[in-house]
């Protein structure tokens, strides 16, 4: 049995980590795995594509690490016949993989993970937990739907609960850092980060780093991120993640239809403090915020 796993960067690498221990403990051990990695550059992810989709007979499954990895296997051989799991995907309707999770077309299936519906409950939690913040950037990849929408929901938002919400589209660590230097003299305290291909990769990295540097409140999306040091985070575990889709790509490795293996919603969300950068950044936190969450990084 061999698969080719699929990511955009190293960012994603927990899932395929998730992924492998899901399938072993149904029992798949003799399992041979080809990893195809974008090195975080969107031309990467389009080589390594074409390079997949000329291998496809290869492999009797594809796991992708998100939905951009499901996107550009479609854009580069929209007639790929090969089953594709998504091993936390973001806005799956919106990419245009299916328009019912009960009924998968397209030979793809997978689990969504949420990131962008839960855009308004972290902007809720950064408010509950930092009520002095007015302004706050949101950076995007403006030239995916999935992040367009995603950005809109957070500065809808911000609107609701009285947050001025700035998108911002950066590219390299160079970008970055101009943007985070300049935020607290224009009135910038906070960074929520959103399901955005260049921060879901390297660039997560570099905004705690700055973030801390400039004393700047970061929310993110997994808890794998606040325990790296991110203040407040919201959603599933890249891991987590790639745990549950196992369990869809088992059942098509077992002789199951794509198209009778319903996408999944991720079923493990937790928010997760990180107490020590709240307490760096000149914030106390208050038993009242502690019990809201469900793990605290001391």
């Known amino acids: 049995m061999k698969l080719a796993?699929?990511?955009?960067?190293?960012?994603?690498m927990s899932k395929v980590e998730g992924f492998k221990a899901g399938l072993k403990s149904l029992g798949l051990n003799k399992v041979e795995y080809v990893l195809f990695n974008g090195e975080n550059s969107l031309k990467g992810v389009e080589e390594r594509a074409i390079e997949i989709a000329g291998r496809e007979e290869e492999f009797d499954l594809i796991a992708v690490?998100?939905?951009?990895?499901?996107?550009?296997?479609k854009k580069v051989k929209p007639n790929l016949k090969a089953p594709i799991v998504i091993m936390g995907g973001t806005a799956i309707k919106t990419w245009g993989f299916t328009n019912d999770f009960q009924k998968p077309d397209k030979n793809i299936t997978g689990v969504d993970n949420l990131n962008t519906e839960l855009m308004e409950k972290r902007v809720e939690f950064m408010k509950r937990f930092f009520p002095d913040i007015k302004k706050a950037v949101v950076f995007c990849t403006p030239?995916?739907?999935?992040s367009k929408v995603a950005t809109r929901l957070t500065r809808e938002a911000g609107l609701k609960y009285g947050i001025n919400v700035?998108?911002?589209?950066v590219r390299d660590v160079q970008d970055l850092e101009y943007v985070m230097s300049h935020m607290k003299e224009d009135g910038f305290s906070a960074v929520i980060i959103t399901p955005c291909f260049y921060t879901e990769n390297f660039l997560t990295s570099y905004i705690l780093h700055y973030a801390n540097f400039y004393g700047i409140v970061v929310v993110c999306l997994s808890p794998e991120q606040a325990m790296k040091g991110c203040a407040i985070a919201y959603g599933s575990s890249g891991y987590d993640q790639g745990y549950q889709s196992a369990y869809l790509a088992y059942k098509i490795l077992m002789g199951e239809r794509v198209e009778n293996v319903p996408f999944q919603r991720v079923s493990k969300i937790k928010l997760v403090v990180n107490q020590r950068t709240i307490r760096?950044?000149?914030y106390e936190l208050k038993e009242q915020a502690i019990a809201l969450?469900?793990?605290v990084a001391r």
């Not at 796993?5 to 994603?12: K, V």
């Not at 030239?143 to 999935?146: I, L, N, P, R, Y």
């Open 5 to 12: 796993l699929f990511i955009s960067g190293e960012g994603r």
């Open 280 to 282: 760096e950044l000149g």
């Open 166 to 169: 700035v998108p911002v589209s």
């Open 143 to 146: 030239q995916f739907e999935a």
């Open 293 to 295: 969450a469900d793990q």
């Open 65 to 73: 690490g998100g939905s951009l990895e499901a996107y550009y296997l």
